[in-house]
Nanobody, 115 residues
Framework: QVQLVESGGGLVQPGGSLKLSCGTS????????MGWYRQAPGKEREFVAR???????TYGTSMKGRFTISRDNPKNTVTLQMVSLQPEDTAVYYC?????????WGQGTQVTVSS
């Protein structure tokens, strides 16, 4: 079965850094577009970053310059390095794997930015 498992979330102070990881199984990872989305309480799910199967990267407007997405195909893993975190970054962060018509989501990991 397909599994996407996020890790690395936690509590960090404003200005701090976190690195999230998403390990996958049950998919041909190298052909999937991988992404990160986040959702804060009472808000819609928001696009964070995407790395296509080709390695091309895109970012949400507020994430550009602070977040870096990468993938390690031999390890079937996608990573999100986050720096200069601010309270508005607080959300549950979800890993996404897409190769339409297939579209999979992880369970999410909580990121809280607070002093």
């Amino acid at each position: 079965q397909v599994q996407l498992v996020e890790s690395g979330g936690g509590l960090v102070q404003p200005g701090g850094s976190l690195k999230l990881s998403c390990g996958t199984s049950g998919i041909i990872f190298s052909v999937y577009n991988m992404g990160w989305y986040r959702q804060a309480p009472g808000k819609e799910r928001e696009f964070v970053a995407r790395i296509f199967s080709t390695g091309v990267k895109t970012y949400g407007t507020s994430m550009k310059g602070r977040f870096t997405i990468s993938r390690d195909n031999p390890k079937n893993t996608v990573t999100l390095q986050m720096v200069s975190l601010q309270p508005e970054d607080t959300a549950v962060y979800y890993c996404n794997a897409q190769n339409l018509p297939q579209n999979y989501w992880g369970q999410g990991t909580q990121v809280t930015v607070s002093s």
